[in-house]
């Protein structure tokens, strides 16, 4: 403490020296000096280490007083010449407001952005300009921001439209941008310029300082002391544990300290461990270096002087000062960025350039203060933000270099700047014209990845960690290339075309070091040892996709671009494919007539590689010629003549094949590195510029060469050419010893082959391939993905690729593709696809996996049979060819392929032995559906295509001569009636009918109409034909399903005469049960069914008895007294939910007193159960099994479970359900009742003598021997009270032991102690929670608006009704005497006793728990009575007399008349008034001072009636379990008639208050007593608020509409320990609404021994170990209960498309969805938070690991 003692003292010493300082003189005196550099700095070397850094623990608040007063005071004066805060408020005042907001984001806060108008995703406002924008009314973006970057408000060139919100729009008045230097004097601006180039050296000065020791010049101390601070520097290579550790070793401070020190380090990036001389310094930093260099470097320690740490201290508060002051005055801005870019006379680096290049040697806080200053004058200012970024270009290398080598992370790098400056286009493209930018970044990339082979290509194999951490390091230059390509130039200059080449020429020289990387090789023989790495290069070519994209995209926009870029591409092939001959043999194919000469290559014996990224390039900008018409345009630019096609579709053609062998199992040995290789190749995040490239390039390379050439080429590749080129190709496999392996490898690869060739020629959904635009691109992907079944948006964006924007145009289509279906309470909101738009399904559409197919084509045939269309699915009609790719439809009527398929139509007439497969017929039957449906399209489009494109014709003809084939027609007529052929029918058919159509069309050209109506008529026949054998199977099937019935009802006749005896006898006893039920039904016997008093409805032994199945051994037991056990699963937890008072201080669990519930119900404990029965002997046995199970599994994994065996908790075993105990089920007691029965008064008087006896008997024994007076004058125990009386235990051995089981486990969850049944606070814990309970499931109904009775679910309900027999029965299992005990001071509190003292007040009792613990504990006592008082009358007379005291509460607690409407009732309720009115002021009378005035009876009777409706209708449930009575129907209802319904059955008159004037004279004294209670005037007197009946239910809080609401609350949250730093993890507790750090080590506290987060903290103060919170930054909720259990439940937030944002990841605006939000609350009122988490974490074990309690 003794340092903290004098720190405090030191300011004091301090301040008389600081006294006599003024600011304005010492101002006066600079503005005389000649050097004013020499006399600022000697000041500061006086004062700075006087003021900082003089001890331990620093004390900031006291240092920015004295900095304030004794260094910026003296420079505002000289700045402003006068009074600082005047002279500042002068400037403000004549500044014009900037139009730029400019606020830097804080991390955590929400930013905008908006999908429609941003130029760019990185375009933001913060929520200030965005509620004041025209965007909200847009499709915007809300993110939550990772800090650092600023809101673009104002710049217009971040925004297509709407760049002002309202604050910042600009005045029209003050349109002439004039400098804003006019405004100042000269002096003012020569003042300036000296102060900021002073300051701003000294500050970039003293943070690029490197001396531990000394100071610069000018600085030296006055005087220097031995006074050194041990500095700890952070890292992101050692963690928190490890840094805590070794701090505490080696400066010894507490785990506390050293978690406050790491924080610290952590976020400003250096702190002081150790305060002293050298020597205790240096020995600390010898420590921590020797500790943390074991497996890492060592963490960065330096000893350094304090006056050295001081003036870096004042550096930063100097640079905040200078962002403070410039705020006031855009002049000032400009003085200052001017002084920062002003170079050295001698050229030297400028003060921005100096801390640039510094930037990776200083520090976390150091780096954060300078970039903000930049943020807030350099990039504020239009001028200077582009010199600012000239200079960035400059050193842009040096920049990346450097942070290569830094260890920090990006955010806190100068390089993270990039993001600021190049997405402003005309600053992107002055970078590229003048400093070269592209050119120099991509050149940066390449020079950062060495690894190289032979060819010159990246190799990522046996990649170091320190060569991965530096490629993860070079990704943030592909961002930065981004940036400046993100927003294409619309006119060009001849100098950005060069730079722009020339960047492009620097690109390819990147795409040709990956051209053929990672080369693969088919493993043969034994499986391959070691997984090659894949992934770094598939990072690099996702990172380069929209890269690849943009460049193109850029391309498009010139046509003088466009043809160099192709030219430029085009050689850089060529020179690729120069080093990829590989010696290959040359050779000649020759099938059907044809022949051409290629290479020998197999992709199943050479080097492969996936990765093409030249060719794919290539094949974009050959689309694009098509596309933007350059090919037809300037055909004499382009070298398209020197393209030689079997180069360019030579790669590409074997990265397919690759694929189509390794679908074949061909590659198995290469392990499943190659397999993800070829799943990313097709999967949405590359294919764009992958595989849709590849098949780009096959039909540009097929288009300029002879089809029947190019599809040998395939063959030839596919290793497919030797079996179609064979003269008898058509009789395949006549041998049939041929290997079974090979021949299913040769299908696939023929399947695959075919399915190539379907998309070579259908494939034209890409702008430039067809006439298509890019929306038709996008809506054909979703139809595609829609056919397979409906999906979520979410679902549907992941499906489409995103552009570099991260759009995919989905919005623009949706609409017209699908329809919307909201979702409801859980669920998420489904697309289902138009009708209209399936006609557009190919089944063979490229993007589609193995699996989507396959599910597809189901989905659409069931849709087409629902229909009752043919479940033909035929190929779509597709859009034209462009003119360059025109030529690809002749692949379909070339002789190789008409070869190809004939010869599969040929091995399809037999049944397939293997020798051929279903989907290879169904593939050739889908291309030859191609080839009409083009023709058709060629017919009704023009005549001269039609003549040309003639495929029904080459399909009809036979083969040549020797052969004499059948043509593919005579084998398509014979195959439709095969009948192993059923599956492929309706295709055949549909071919034939349309061949039939074409050839009539064909025909009837010259008149065609005609043609019409006999096509119509072919096709009716063929459909007639269709309709009738439809009928006749259908009446088949009806003859069948008639006969089968016939005969099955015979059996069932046969059967009953067979059995006639049993049938009649079981019927007469089922007549039997309906007559006797009959008698015994209440309704019968009497009109009023009561379920308390000596009156109340007896059960029959019929309805007593009742019989239960175990659901261990299914075995049939009847509940009785001396029987076996049975019990029910149940739960017990502690639980506030309805708490009125979560502010009340833990009591200590072994001295507390639970006798008395206070109304407040602070804690309660609630017990449930899921309803299922079991023997108890069986559940002992699955208990012990669990336990020991969960022994062995301890042993074995130290892993959690979902429940708590230690804690006695089991999953229920039929339903899983959570449970920590079982109640014992007990029958309803038999009771007789005599007529007579004593009146209340008789009765009271009759139990006060009860109770004296025990009390003298108890003296007795207390006394024994010692003959005291007192005793003599012993009272007699009331007649046929029998105090020596035991009386004997009805219950069975095992039910007493189940009896005291729930009891201790109520005991011991209610007051978190060690179980205890001799306690005798064991039956005041069970009752309690019998009252609980009863209390919570009231306020349900009453909150769901159900009735009373007949809405429970039966698991309720049964709960109820055993938890309250259980509570009449458990005073047996207790000792009598201590419940005798309980009742006394029960009663007592209403009833003076003169032996009880310390009764609480009657305002401190909650009358429903009181009445229960009565009733319940009253038998204790009946049982010694023999005079014949039923207990039926006690429990009426208990009822009467808690009822009065409630009523009296009520009115203790009233709200005073003003507050509500005056309403006069029309005399219908008088007496009820008058009587409320006369007991009003007998409390009056009694308090004299303490209750208002109220005249009104209406408003009095209306507080009584609302007030005391909950304990009515809580007594209703408990007497109607408690004694079986049936509910009368009024409570089966919600509504009228409720309160005369529930007088009625308890027995009460309708008005109450007549309870208390029939009974005057016992009630008038008590009623004097309990108003004399001292702590009643307290209650009414004191300022804490009394609790009011009717008592609310609890809500969760009020959530706001909006999300972003949340997140801007969440984000000015800051961590309530760690000085003002920002919470990484805010979350809100929904109960009562309070903010926590979650997730840190800051927060961390200690509960019962454990390290636990703030949320779990939380949950015991608020929820006695419950919870239920909202993760803002995640937009998750989360359910925790107890330290070891939680899980995460979907937020009650949902976005437009109905679905919920779980980790912000895409953005939507979400929406509060009030029905999930009240499930969550039903969840909470109904207890069910524990057992939700309990099914969560069954269903997911990864739930089970996590450490909930650090939440």
């Known amino acids: 403490m003794a340092a903290a003692e004098t720190d405090s003292e030191v300011p004091c010493a301090r301040c008389s020296d600081f006294l006599h300082f003024s600011a304005k003189d010492t101002a006066a005196k600079w503005l005389e000096v000649d050097n004013l550099l020499k006399e600022v700095y000697q000041h500061l070397a006086c004062f700075v280490p006087k003021i900082y850094c003089l001890g331990p623990n620093l004390n900031p608040q006291n240092e920015d007083l004295l900095a304030q007063l004794l260094l910026q005071g003296p420079l505002e004066w000289y700045l402003c010449g006068e009074e600082p805060t005047v002279g500042l408020a002068k400037l403000e005042q004549s500044n014009q407001p900037s139009q730029l907001c400019g606020h830097v984001f804080k991390v955590g806060e929400p930013t905008y952005s908006c999908r429609d108008c941003a130029a760019d995703p990185t375009c933001v406002l913060c929520m200030q300009c965005f509620l004041g924008s025209v965007h909200k009314e847009h499709r915007y973006r809300m993110t939550t921001s990772g800090g650092g970057g600023f809101c673009d408000c104002g710049d217009t060139e971040a925004w297509k439209k709407g760049p002002y919100c309202q604050k910042h729009e600009p005045n029209i008045s003050d349109s002439s941008q004039k400098d804003p230097l006019a405004n100042l004097s000269e002096q003012m601006i020569t003042r300036t310029r000296n102060v900021f180039s002073i300051i701003l050296k000294y500050a970039v000065h003293m943070l690029t300082w490197e001396k531990e020791d000394e100071l610069p010049e000018g600085l030296e101390p006055p005087a220097r002391g031995d006074t050194y601070y041990c500095m700890l520097f952070n890292d992101e290579v050692h963690t928190y544990e490890q840094v805590i550790y070794t701090l505490q070793k080696a400066v010894n401070c507490t785990q506390k300290e050293a978690v406050s020190f790491a924080t610290t380090v952590d976020r400003d990036g250096?702190?002081?461990?150790?305060?002293?001389?050298?020597?205790?310094?240096?020995?600390?930093?010898?420590?921590?270096?020797?500790?943390?260099?074991?497996?890492?470097?060592?963490?960065?320690?330096?000893?350094?002087?304090?006056?050295?740490?001081?003036?870096?201290?004042?550096?930063?508060?100097?640079?905040?000062?200078?962002?403070?002051?410039?705020?006031?005055?855009?002049?000032?801005?400009?003085?200052?960025c001017l002084v920062g870019l002003q170079q050295g006379p001698n050229g030297e680096n400028s003060l921005v350039d100096t801390l640039m290049l510094c930037d990776s040697k200083m520090w976390k806080g150091a780096r954060n203060v300078y970039h903000q200053l930049f943020m807030s004058s350099l990039l504020m200012d239009p001028k200077y933000k582009k010199l600012f970024a000239i200079q960035f270009a400059k050193n842009y290398r040096r920049l990346q270099t450097d942070f290569m080598e830094d260890d920090h992370e990006r955010v806190v790098s100068v390089t993270s700047l990039s993001v600021q400056l190049f997405t402003a286009p005309t600053v992107a493209r002055m970078l590229i014209t003048e400093e070269n930018l592209m050119t120099t970044i991509i050149q940066t990339f390449v020079d950062h990845l060495r690894h190289r082979d032979i060819q010159g290509r990246f190799q990522f194999e046996r990649y170091t960690a320190q060569q991965a951490f530096k490629f993860r390091r070079v990704q943030s230059l592909i961002g930065d290339l981004?940036?400046?390509?993100?927003?294409?130039?619309?006119?060009?200059?001849?100098?950005?075309?060069?730079?722009?080449?020339?960047?492009?020429?620097?690109?390819?020289?990147?795409?040709?070091?990956?051209?053929?990387?990672?080369?693969?090789?088919?493993?043969?023989?034994?499986h391959i040892e070691m997984e090659p790495e894949w992934e770094a290069a598939f990072t690099l070519q996702m990172k380069l996709t929209h890269i690849i994209s943009m460049m193109q995209e850029w391309c498009a926009n010139d046509e003088k671009v466009l043809i160099e870029a192709y030219k430029k591409c085009l050689s850089a092939l060529t020179h690729c494919h120069s080093g990829f001959t590989d010696g290959e043999q040359p050779i000649t194919l020759s099938m059907c007539g044809h022949s051409v000469d290629t290479i020998r290559y197999c992709v199943s014996?050479?080097?492969?590689?996936?990765?093409?990224?030249?060719?794919?390039?290539?094949?974009?900008?050959?689309?694009?010629?098509?596309?933007?018409?350059?090919?037809?345009?300037?055909?004499?630019?382009?070298?398209?003549?020197?393209?030689?096609?079997?180069?360019?579709?030579?790669?590409?053609?074997?990265?397919?094949?690759?694929?189509?062998?390794?679908?074949?199992?061909?590659?198995?040995?290469?392990?499943?590195?190659?397999?993800?290789?070829?799943?990313?190749?097709?999967?949405?995040?590359?294919?764009?510029?992958?595989?849709?490239?590849?098949?780009?390039?096959?039909?540009?390379?097929?288009?300029?060469?002879?089809?029947?050439?190019?599809?040998?080429?395939?063959?030839?590749?596919?290793?497919?050419?030797?079996?179609?080129?064979?003269?008898?190709c058509r009789k395949r496999y006549g041998r049939e010893n041929i290997n079974k392996d090979v021949v299913q490898q040769n299908n696939t690869l023929i399947e695959e082959m075919l399915h190539l060739v379907i998309m070579v020629v259908g494939e034209r959904y890409i702008a430039g391939v067809g006439q298509v635009e890019s929306y038709d691109e996008i809506k054909r992907e979703i139809i595609h993905q829609l056919c397979i079944r409906p999906m979520a948006h979410s679902e549907l964006v992941k499906a489409l690729p995103e552009n570099e924007n991260k759009e995919t145009g989905?919005?623009?289509?949706?609409?017209?593709?699908?329809?919307?279906?909201?979702?409801?309470?859980?669920?998420?909101?489904?697309?289902?696809?138009?009708?209209?738009?399936?006609?557009?399904?190919?089944?063979?559409?490229?993007?589609?996996?193995?699996?989507?197919?396959?599910?597809?084509?189901?989905?659409?045939?069931?849709?087409?049979?629902?229909?009752?269309?043919?479940?033909?699915?035929?190929?779509?009609?597709?859009?034209?060819?462009?003119?360059?790719?025109?030529?690809?439809?002749?692949?379909?009527?070339?002789?190789?392929?008409?070869?190809?398929?004939?010869?599969?139509?040929?091995?399809?007439?037999?049944?397939?032995?293997?020798?051929?497969?279903?989907?290879?017929?169904?593939?050739?039957?889908?291309?030859?559906?191609?080839?009409?449906?083009?023709?058709?399209?060629?017919?009704t489009g023009s005549t001269e295509d039609g003549i040309s494109f003639n495929f029904?014709?080459?399909?009809?003809?036979?083969?040549?001569?020797?052969?004499?084939?059948?043509?593919?027609?005579?084998?398509?007529?014979?195959?439709?009636?095969?009948?192993?052929?059923?599956?492929?029918?309706?295709?055949?058919?549909?071919?034939?009918?349309?061949?039939?159509?074409?050839?009539?069309?064909?025909?009837?050209?010259?008149?065609?109409?005609?043609?019409?109506?006999?096509?119509?008529?072919?096709?009716?026949?063929?459909?007639?034909?269709?309709?009738?054998?439809?009928?006749?199977?259908?009446?088949?099937?009806?003859?069948r399903r008639e006969k089968i019935m016939a005969q099955m009802s015979e059996m069932q006749r046969h059967f009953i005469n067979e059995n006639k005896d049993l049938f009649q006898q079981s019927l007469e006893e089922l007549d039997a049960t309906t007559s006797t039920s009959l008698e015994h039904s209440p309704s019968t016997c009497d009109s009023t069914l009561v379920c308390v008093g000596p009156r109340r409805w007896r059960a029959s032994a019929s309805d007593r008895r009742q019989v239960v199945t175990c659901i261990l051994c299914q075995e049939e037991q009847e509940i009785r007294v001396d029987g076996k056990a049975m019990v029910l699963a149940a739960f017990v937890q502690r639980s506030t939910v309805m708490s009125k008072n979560r502010k009340r201080p833990t009591y200590n669990p072994d001295k507390y007193d639970p006798l008395f519930m206070h109304p407040d119900l602070s804690f309660g404990t609630h017990t449930g159960s899921c309803g299922h029965i079991m023997h108890s002997h069986c559940w002992q046995r699955y208990f012990e099994a669990v336990q020991a199970k969960e022994q062995r599994r301890q042993q074995r994994l130290r892993v959690h479970t979902s429940y708590d065996v230690e804690n006695g908790e089991f999953l229920c075993p039929l339903c899983e359900c959570l449970s920590n105990t079982v109640i014992p089920l007990l029958p309803l007691t038999k009771t007789t009742c005599s007529t007579e029965q004593p009146d209340q008064r008789q009765w009271v008087n009759i139990t006060s003598q009860q109770i004296k006896a025990l009390h003298a008997a108890r003296k007795k024994t207390n006394a024994e021997g010692v003959d005291d007076a007192d005793s003599a004058e012993d009272c007699h125990p009331p007649d046929g009270f029998r105090l020596d009386h035991t009386p004997k235990n009805p219950y069975s051995g095992t039910i007493k032991e189940m009896l005291t089981t729930f009891g201790t486990a109520t005991y011991k969850v209610g007051l978190k102690v060690h179980p205890n049944e001799q306690d005798a606070r064991v039956p005041i814990m069970c009752w309690g929670s019998c009252a609980y309970t009863i209390q919570s499931i009231e306020r349900l109904l009453v909150d769901e608006e159900k009735p009373l009775f007949g809405s429970l679910p039966c698991r309720q309900n049964d709960c109820l009704s055993s938890l309250t027999r259980f509570g009449s029965a458990c005073w047996t299992a207790s000792s009598q005497a201590v419940v005798h005990g309980h009742f006394i001071r029960l009663l007592a509190a209403l009833v003076p006793d003169s032996q009880v003292e310390n009764t609480p007040c009657i305002l401190d009792i909650d009358m429903f728990h009181m009445l229960v613990s009565l009733v319940l504990s009253y038998p204790a006592l009946h049982?010694?009575?023999?005079?014949?008082?039923?207990?039926?009358?006690?429990?009426?007379?208990?009822?009467?007399?808690?009822?009065?005291?409630?009523?009296?509460?009520?009115?203790?607690?009233?709200?005073?008349?003003?507050?509500?409407?005056?309403?006069?009732?029309?005399?219908?309720?008088?007496?009820?008034?008058?009587?409320?009115?006369?007991?009003?002021?007998?409390?009056?009378?009694?308090?004299?001072?303490?209750?208002?005035?109220?005249?009104?009876?209406?408003?009095?009777?209306?507080?009584?009636?609302?007030?005391?409706?909950?304990?009515?209708?809580?007594?209703?449930?408990?007497?109607?379990?408690?004694?079986?009575?049936?509910?009368?129907?009024?409570?089966?209802?919600?509504?009228?008639?409720?309160?005369?319904?529930?007088?009625?059955?308890?027995?009460?008159?309708?008005?109450?208050?007549?309870?208390?004037?029939?009974?005057?004279?016992?009630?008038?004294?008590?009623?004097?007593?309990?108003?004399?209670?001292?702590?009643?005037?307290?209650?009414?007197?004191?300022?804490?608020?009394?609790?009011?009946?009717?008592?609310?239910?609890?809500?969760?809080?009020?959530?706001?509409?909006?999300?972003?609401?949340?997140?801007?609350?969440?984000?000015?949250?800051?961590?309530?320990?760690?000085?003002?730093?920002?919470?990484?993890?805010?979350?809100?507790?929904?109960?009562?609404?309070?903010?926590?750090?979650?997730?840190?080590?800051?927060?961390?506290?200690?509960?019962?021994?454990?390290?636990?987060?703030?949320?779990?903290?939380?949950?015991?103060?608020?929820?006695?170990?419950?919870?239920?919170?909202?993760?803002?930054?995640?937009?998750?909720?989360?359910?925790?209960?107890?330290?070891?259990?939680?899980?995460?439940?979907?937020?009650?937030?949902?976005?437009?498309?109905?679905?919920?944002?779980?980790?912000?990841?895409?953005?939507?605006?979400?929406?509060?969805?009030?029905?999930?939000?009240?499930?969550?609350?039903?969840?909470?009122?109904?207890?069910?938070?524990?057992?939700?988490?309990?099914?969560?974490?069954?269903?997911?074990?990864?739930?089970?690991?996590?450490?909930?309690?650090?939440?």
């Open 270 to 336: 250096r702190k002081s461990v150790r305060f002293g001389d050298f020597q205790f310094c240096e020995q600390a930093k010898s420590v921590i270096v020797r500790n943390t260099s074991r497996q890492t470097k060592p963490l960065r320690v330096q000893v350094m002087h304090s006056s050295v740490v001081a003036h870096q201290c004042f550096a930063l508060k100097a640079l905040n000062w200078l962002g403070q002051i410039i705020k006031s005055s855009d002049a000032l801005r400009r003085i200052l």
């Open 482 to 526: 981004k940036y400046v390509l993100i927003s294409r130039p619309t006119e060009w200059s001849d100098q950005l075309r060069e730079k722009f080449l020339e960047g492009f020429e620097a690109f390819l020289e990147l795409l040709k070091c990956m051209q053929g990387m990672d080369p693969v090789v088919r493993q043969v023989g034994q």
């Open 605 to 728: 014996q050479e080097k492969v590689s996936i990765h093409l990224p030249v060719s794919r390039l290539l094949a974009g900008l050959h689309a694009l010629l098509s596309k933007t018409e350059v090919a037809y345009r300037f055909p004499e630019l382009l070298p398209l003549s020197e393209l030689s096609p079997p180069m360019l579709i030579e790669h590409p053609l074997r990265c397919l094949v690759l694929c189509a062998q390794v679908h074949a199992g061909m590659w198995r040995r290469n392990g499943f590195s190659l397999v993800n290789q070829i799943y990313y190749y097709h999967n949405v995040k590359c294919r764009v510029e992958m595989f849709d490239k590849d098949l780009v390039m096959l039909q540009a390379g097929a288009s300029m060469m002879d089809p029947n050439h190019f599809l040998m080429i395939v063959l030839s590749r596919f290793e497919l050419y030797h079996i179609f080129s064979s003269a008898d």
């Open 810 to 939: 989905m919005e623009r289509v949706i609409d017209h593709v699908a329809l919307f279906k909201k979702p409801g309470v859980t669920g998420r909101g489904l697309y289902k696809l138009r009708p209209e738009c399936a006609k557009m399904f190919n089944l063979y559409f490229n993007h589609y996996s193995r699996a989507d197919q396959s599910k597809a084509e189901e989905a659409q045939r069931k849709i087409k049979r629902q229909n009752g269309e043919d479940s033909v699915l035929p190929p779509p009609v597709p859009p034209h060819f462009c003119p360059l790719f025109g030529s690809l439809v002749n692949i379909l009527q070339c002789d190789v392929l008409l070869g190809i398929l004939g010869a599969v139509l040929q091995w399809a007439m037999e049944p397939s032995g293997g020798h051929w497969s279903e989907s290879m017929l169904q593939r050739v039957l889908h291309l030859l559906g191609m080839g009409l449906v083009e023709e058709q399209q060629h017919l």
């Open 952 to 1039: 029904t014709l080459k399909i009809s003809r036979p083969g040549e001569a020797p052969g004499n084939t059948p043509s593919i027609l005579a084998l398509l007529e014979t195959l439709q009636n095969a009948p192993h052929l059923e599956v492929h029918k309706d295709m055949i058919r549909w071919i034939l009918k349309t061949v039939a159509n074409i050839k009539t069309t064909r025909e009837c050209t010259a008149s065609a109409s005609p043609a019409d109506s006999s096509g119509h008529s072919q096709e009716e026949t063929v459909r007639d034909k269709d309709k009738a054998e439809r009928k006749r199977k259908a009446e088949m099937a009806r003859l």
């Open 1423 to 1751: 049982c010694l009575d023999s005079s014949g008082m039923s207990e039926d009358a006690a429990q009426l007379h208990l009822l009467h007399l808690v009822t009065i005291a409630h009523i009296v509460q009520i009115l203790l607690t009233s709200i005073p008349e003003e507050v509500r409407m005056e309403q006069e009732s029309g005399g219908a309720e008088r007496e009820e008034e008058e009587s409320v009115c006369l007991l009003y002021n007998t409390l009056r009378r009694h308090l004299s001072s303490g209750l208002h005035e109220v005249t009104s009876g209406w408003h009095l009777w209306h507080c009584v009636k609302t007030g005391i409706l909950p304990y009515l209708r809580a007594a209703a449930l408990f007497f109607h379990y408690l004694n079986g009575a049936p509910a009368p129907p009024e409570l089966h209802a919600v509504g009228v008639g409720e309160w005369e319904a529930l007088c009625g059955y308890l027995c009460l008159p309708s008005n109450p208050l007549q309870l208390y004037y029939n009974n005057l004279e016992l009630l008038e004294p008590l009623l004097q007593g309990w108003c004399s209670h001292p702590g009643v005037l307290q209650a009414l007197q004191s300022s804490t608020a009394l609790i009011r009946f009717p008592r609310e239910s609890n809500h969760l809080i009020e959530l706001p509409e909006d999300y972003s609401a949340l997140i801007n609350q969440a984000s000015s949250f800051t961590c309530p320990k760690s000085g003002g730093d920002k919470s990484r993890a805010p979350t809100l507790c929904l109960v009562c609404g309070a903010m926590l750090c979650s997730q840190s080590y800051c927060c961390q506290t200690e509960l019962e021994g454990d390290d636990v987060g703030a949320c779990t903290a939380h949950t015991f103060t608020c929820g006695a170990g419950v919870g239920i919170f909202l993760r803002v930054r995640e937009s998750q909720v989360l359910f925790l209960a107890g330290k070891t259990k939680g899980c995460f439940y979907a937020p009650p937030y949902l976005d437009d498309y109905g679905e919920t944002d779980q980790g912000l990841r895409r953005g939507n605006p979400l929406h509060l969805c009030q029905e999930r939000y009240r499930k969550i609350q039903k969840l909470w009122r109904q207890h069910s938070i524990t057992e939700e988490i309990g099914h969560a974490q069954e269903a997911n074990q990864t739930l089970v690991g996590i450490d909930w309690q650090h939440l």
